[in-house]
């Protein structure tokens, strides 16, 4: 068996990903991050994009300092003008994109009664209409060379209910139909799309959005490594390679698809 031939259909070698969301939102390790660092890994060349320069920078240095090939730019992915510029910018300098990596989301906490409808439609366009608009402006240069893979990131939110976080579970939920509705539309055309679901996971991000919740960021770590089958929250890497899984040849016939990395918490009968 030729073992080199059969694991490079999991590898990225002379594709372009382009990642929104590949900033982190603190110090340490976010699932944007750690999908351009991955991919990078894998062979491709990363676009890491980010509505912060620095952070995007910062990814794109660390591609560099291991010898891969990066990018950064700086996009707002709610700004359809912005999405559009973008991707015809890369599309004419490298002449193909590959992988659209959707990371960008935001959590803002609160139910029907407590979330404010400005907040409501805020996280409804950062988390669902970035997706739409990056798929818009992107799917075109996939679908003229008649290959391409989406992945969307999406939570496992958008299936359980965890905290009062009306907007956020319902954006992801309609973030995974999107991810079917691109998926089957154009099957046909060689595109393919599916969306990683994370379940808990120790990124930056949950640290400034979600720790209000709980009575120290000690807590917080404690009980969500507590409430999750494994004893542990995830990684960001654990959400990156299953990204790289799907974004990959590896994973050729899967499409449409909600990929589910949560240690095992979603399967839990209460
Ligand atoms: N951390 C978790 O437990 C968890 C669980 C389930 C799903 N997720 C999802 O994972 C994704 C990443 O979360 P994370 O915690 O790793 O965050 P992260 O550290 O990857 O940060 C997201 C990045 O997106 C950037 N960004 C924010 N708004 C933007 C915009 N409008 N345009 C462009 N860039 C923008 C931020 O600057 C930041 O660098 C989100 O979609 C989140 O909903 C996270």
Redesign the pocket.
């Known amino acids: 068996m030729n073992v080199a031939a059969s694991l490079s259909s999991f590898l990225l070698e002379g594709r372009v990903a382009l990642v ?7 110090p340490g390790w ?4 750690a999908a351009a660092v991955t991919y990078a890994r894998a062979g491709a060349t990363v676009i890491a ?4 320069p620095a ?1 995007a920078e910062e990814t794109r240095a660390i591609i560099a300092g291991e010898g891969g090939r990066a990018e950064a730019a700086t ?4 700004r359809s003008a912005e999405v559009l510029a973008l991707a015809d910018g890369v599309a004419a300098r490298h002449g193909r994109i590959d992988v659209l990596h959707n ?5 803002a906490m609160g139910g029907v009664l407590d979330e404010s409808e400005e907040s409501f439609r805020r996280v409804l366009d ?2 669902l209409t ?1 997706a739409f608009l990056t798929c818009k402006h992107v799917l075109p240069h996939m679908l003229a060379r008649g290959k391409g893979a989406v992945v969307n ?5 958008s299936l359980r209910y965890s905290y009062p976080y009306a907007s ?1 579970q319902a954006s ?1 939920a309609g973030l995974n139909q999107l991810t079917q509705s691109v998926a089957l539309q154009f099957a046909k055309q060689g595109i393919r799309a599916n969306a990683v ?10 640290h400034q959005q979600i720790a209000g919740q709980y009575d120290s960021p000690e807590a917080m770590i404690a009980q969500r490594n507590a409430k999750t089958p494994m004893g542990r ?1 995830g990684t ?1 890497w654990d ?1 990156a390679n299953a990204a790289l899984f799907l974004a990959s040849d590896a994973a050729g016939y899967i499409t449409g698809q909600c990929l589910v990395v949560d240690g095992g918490l979603g399967s839990l009968s209460i």
């Open positions: 929104f969301g590949a900033g982190s939102a603190g976010g699932n944007g991050k994009v980010d509505i912060n952070a996009c707002d992915v709610t990371n960008v989301g935001i959590t950062v988390n970035s990131v999406s939570s496992l939110a956020y992801k679901l994370p379940g808990m996971i120790d990124t930056p991000l949950i929250q960001a959400v």
